[in-house]
C-alpha cells in the first residue's frame, strides 16, 4: 500500500490526487479486494483469461488509473449490461472497458460505486477471480 500512496502522492493536480484517493476507497470497498499497483494502473483482484485465438494473460478484475486528463476506471466486462446505470452517471466518456471521469465531482458516486459492485460480480461469475 505505501508504493500506492507514493504513485498517488507524485500526481501534480491536487484534486486529481484527491481524486485517486476517493477512487481508492471506493473500488477496494466495491470490491472487496485490496489495491496493488501495476504501473499506473492501481488494480484489485486477479484473473486470468484465455482468448479463442489462444492468447492468454492475468488482468485485475477492476482498475483505476489517475491520468493527466482524466481518471480511467477499468470496468472489465465492458459496459452492455449498465446504460440504465450510465444515464444517471452524471459526465463520462466510455472506451471498450474504459469509463473516463474528469473528475469525480461531475459524477453521482452511488451510481459509480454500483457500477463497479456489479463489475466485479459479473467477473467473479465469469471466471476464477482471487485476491493475489
Given at each position: 500500500?505505501?508504493?500506492?500512496?507514493?504513485?498517488?502522492?507524485?500526481?501534480?493536480?491536487?484534486?486529481?490526487q484527491q481524486?485517486?484517493?476517493?477512487m481508492?476507497?471506493?473500488l477496494?470497498?466495491?470490491s472487496?479486494?485490496?489495491?496493488?499497483?501495476?504501473?499506473?494502473?492501481i488494480g484489485?483482484?486477479h484473473?486470468?483469461y484465455?482468448?479463442?485465438s489462444?492468447r492468454?494473460?492475468?488482468?485485475?478484475?477492476?482498475a483505476f488509473?489517475?491520468?493527466?486528463?482524466?481518471?480511467?476506471?477499468?470496468?472489465?466486462?465492458?459496459?452492455d449490461?449498465?446504460?440504465?446505470?450510465?444515464?444517471k452517471l452524471?459526465?463520462?466518456?466510455?472506451?471498450?472497458s474504459?469509463l473516463?471521469?474528469?473528475?469525480?465531482?461531475?459524477?453521482?458516486?452511488?451510481?459509480?460505486?454500483?457500477?463497479?459492485?456489479?463489475s466485479?460480480?459479473?467477473?467473479?461469475?465469469?471466471y476464477?477471480?482471487?485476491?493475489?
Open positions: 500500500m505505501d508504493d500506492i500512496q507514493l504513485f498517488i502522492s507524485k500526481i501534480d493536480n491536487k484534486d486529481r481524486d485517486a484517493h476517493s481508492l476507497s471506493l477496494e470497498s466495491a472487496g479486494y485490496q489495491p496493488y499497483l501495476m504501473g499506473s494502473i484489485f483482484g484473473y486470468h484465455q482468448y479463442d489462444g492468454e494473460g492475468d488482468s485485475a478484475v477492476i488509473s489517475p491520468r493527466k486528463q482524466n481518471t480511467v476506471v477499468y470496468i472489465m466486462p465492458g459496459f449490461e449498465y446504460h440504465d446505470l450510465l444515464a452524471g459526465k463520462h466518456k466510455l472506451g471498450k474504459c473516463y471521469i474528469n473528475k469525480l465531482s461531475d459524477v453521482n458516486l452511488s451510481v459509480l460505486t454500483k457500477i463497479a459492485e456489479l466485479v460480480k459479473h467477473m467473479q461469475q465469469k476464477q477471480c482471487t485476491a493475489s
